[in-house]
């Protein structure tokens, strides 16, 4: 299947591993140049020099807070000064802090809006103007299965990010007559150093060994095991090409059959 991404501009936020930096190699993969962040600036580094010399000039890295404003526009800034505007927004970040109600302060509800929420929507306000006057762009917000299924233990991330999927349906809803779709993408179990740390939490909190809770969570998948990153990324170039151009406003889930709701 042809996507159409050779020479297409990308911003991935979250970008230098994990999702994000999965997402980033296969849309390099299919021809696409790309614009990442990370708040790690090793972490940079490593990403851009992992994929070598083959990609030398058509990957670019750079350090970014996405829990503050400023950095946000100095990223996008220069992000544009080596891409030009971008065709494509992928909207990634790492989970807000895991926690029961109980547990969480103002300052981690602060931080969990800024961090799961406001930064996909500062950036897509800065992305959308030129897409508009393209009449072409791809807007994609990595999201979690606890948009449909809350998670007991992550409620900042339940509230956050099922708003940033009622704001990517309300942005669809306007944008779609300018060739422009916006669509979420929630993961369930992909194995990322983020699920390891949120499985050691479980384990922790259940009296039970890493290896108990990770047993015990595959054999309750419809396909008795834990996802890829780059099975899940897949599915984000997908929704970034061509072939995907008359879906928008929805949000595919990408979990192995876990969430068990019917829509």
Known sequence: MYLGLHNKTAIVTAGSKGLGGAVVSSLIGEGAKVAFCSSN????RLKVESLGEKYKGI???FVCDLNDKESISEFYSKAVDVLGHPDILVNNCGGPAPGFFEDLDEEKWSEGFNQALMSAVR???LVLPAMKEKKWGRV???TSLSVKQPVDNLLLSNTFRSGLTAFAKSISNAYGKYGITVNNVAPGHILTDRLVNLLEIKAKNAGKTYEEIFEILSK????QRFGKPEEF???VTFLASEQASYITGVTLQVDGGIIKSTY
Do not use: R, Y
């Open 220 to 223: 309750e998948m419809p396909v």
């Open 123 to 125: 950036l897509t306000e």
């Open 140 to 142: 994609i917000n990595i």
């Open 233 to 235: 990324a897949s599915a």
């Open 59 to 61: 990957i670019f890295g």
């Open 41 to 44: 600036p090793e972490n940079v």
